[in-house]
């Protein structure tokens, strides 16, 4: 029986706390928000902020854990990096976290190898192609990110200095903006090669840079699957990375794919309880196995598939919450509340009410239910 530090209380990485108990360790988690989910039901809780990578270091000698796992947040895993320095299985070296984290070095990346994925820019007004779009380099959560469709000097300013405002580092990436569909490819990797994927489209219907709608994709085109395969693997042979899961962003329009961002964590809001529920497949297992030095799962049963979205109610405005009001009759597979009566909401990402697995009988069925959420008629949030 091994000692586990869980680097995350989040609810979203409750899925990884129970899948490290499930293998048989004593699990300790670490987060400074006492009303978290994990920091609430464990009885190993740390209450310490985990940016404090010196305070983080002392902790993991002082305890002796034998493993540090990463949460569902870029920091957590930034953090597991700069503390383990090669010490813990399956966490890459602080040069490659840094790499596949910063937005600008990612795009250079990304450029050196030739990969599939919008330009960057250079600062000069007379140089740029519209439209754009302007970023934080190391900010989630759509939060700093402005689109510019028209050559206009003031709003370009604007959106800098928006963008630097959300970053830690005071810094920011122009990019082509490109038009498509959002998917992720999350990609299980073994010495540099796919072994395993799942595809999954994503939406956004309150905050355009904000995913909160979503379902997997069973049959993907197989030209997708081998350029995103192809790309996924050059990334990870070039960076020497470990065994272990690389979560992608893409963009899809037509025959064509742009890559926009990675990341070694697992996905936050419950990404992992969606393929689980809609594959049968253990998707938080199968992320912690290579940080505990266990050999991943290689094979997924592709027919045991359900018709599940997952929706995160949020609002676009303040207001209270009472209750949700759906107007369509709906299988609800699972609700997860994350907030009470009476509380009051802040705009997307700000506040979540809830996450939504809905499940349908048939493709059909989950369109029409899918279809609904995008277009906000699937439910009301009244005060």
């Known amino acids: ?31 400074s928000n006492p009303n978290d989910c994990l920091a609430k039901i464990s009885t190993n809780y740390w209450n310490q902020d985990y940016s404090d990578t010196e305070a983080l270091g002392r902790l993991v000698e002082h305890e002796g854990f034998d493993f540090i796992v990463p949460g569902c947040t870029d920091r957590s895993y930034t953090s597991c990096a700069i503390v383990s320095n090669g010490r813990f299985p399956g966490i890459e070296t602080v040069a490659v976290d840094r790499l596949i984290n910063n937005k600008m070095e990612f795009r250079l990346l990304t450029e050196k190898l030739h990969l599939p994925a919008p330009k960057v820019l250079g600062p000069e007004l007379e140089s740029l192609r519209w439209p754009l779009i302007v970023k934080p380099v190391d900010a989630f959560s759509g939060r700093g990110v402005t689109v510019i469709n028209v050559q206009n000097r003031s709003s370009l300013v604007m959106a800098i200095e928006r963008a630097c405002s959300a970053s830690s580092t005071g810094q920011y990436l122009l990019e082509d903006y490109v038009v498509g569909v959002l998917h992720s490819h999350s990609a299980f990797l073994e010495d540099g090669k796919v072994t395993l994927d799942f595809i999954v489209r994503e939406d956004c219907t309150v905050n ?20 995103l395969r192809t790309s996924i693997e050059s990334l990870a042979q070039a960076l020497c990375l470990k065994d272990g899961l690389l979560h992608t962003q893409f963009i899809l329009n037509g025959d064509r794919i742009w890559l926009i961002e990675v990341t070694r964590r697992c996905p936050g809001d419950l990404y ?16 912690v196995r290579p940080f505990l030095g266990l050999p991943q799962i290689r094979i997924a049963n592709t027919t045991n598939r359900s018709h599940v979205m997952r ?9 209270s919450s009472v209750y949700i009001s759906y107007t369509r009759e709906l299988f609800i597979e699972r609700w997860v509340s994350l907030c009470l009566v009476g509380d009051q909401l ?29 277009s906000r008629e699937l439910y009301k949030i009244l005060q």
């Not at 091994?2 to 979203?12: G, H, I, R």
């Not at 355009?208 to 350029?227: A, G, H, M, Q, Y």
């Not at 929706?311 to 207001?319: D, I």
Request: proline share 6%; charged share 15%.
């Open 311 to 319: 929706h995160t109610v949020t609002v676009p405005a303040s207001q």
């Open 272 to 287: 992992s309880q969606l393929i689980e529920l809609s594959c049968g497949f253990s998707f938080a297992e199968n992320y």
């Open 346 to 374: 802040r705009p997307s990402p700000a506040s979540r009410v809830g996450i939504l697995f809905a499940k349908a009988r048939s493709e059909v069925g989950l369109n029409e239910i899918y279809q609904a959420a995008l």
């Open 1 to 31: 029986m091994s000692k586990v530090l869980l680097v995350d209380t989040n609810f979203s990485s409750a899925p990884i706390h129970s899948a490290l108990v499930k293998l048989g360790h004593v699990v300790h988690v670490i987060g």
């Open 208 to 227: 355009e840079f904000v995913v909160d709608t979503s379902r997997v994709i069973f049959d993907p085109p197989e030209n997708i699957l081998s350029k």
